[in-house]
């Protein structure tokens, strides 16, 4: 075993990157505060309850709109208010959610 010297103390340790983690171009206001990133979580079966799987696959905003609230800090108000180009990205990440493993990696090598 070895004891970790001083310079390794001062080293930078990597941070663990959060593939969730949505960073807003537009930072969306919340009373005297700006939210300029924030984690989408996995949604269970039940948070899609009332949605269509095809429809969050094709980015329907109508659908993000009351998905993402079920899945993030956001509310359903702040969400309607994103930047289009930050509508898109948290789509993309949703429709990330939807597909298995296999499924992105088949079409990773289709594209």
Known sequence: ???PSPTDELQPKPQPQED???ELETPV???QSEISSF?????KAGEL???HLSELLQLDVASL???VPRISPLNEF??????????VAVGMK??????QKQMKTDASLLA
Do not use: C, H, Y
């Open 1 to 3: 075993m070895s004891t």
């Open 20 to 22: 969730n983690l949505v």
């Open 29 to 31: 206001r919340r009373g």
């Open 39 to 43: 984690i989408l979580r996995r949604p």
């Open 49 to 51: 309850r009332g949605l």
């Open 65 to 67: 709109i009351k998905l």
């Open 78 to 87: 702040e969400v309607s208010q994103l930047d289009p180009a930050d509508l």
């Open 94 to 99: 949703v429709s990330g959610f939807l597909l």
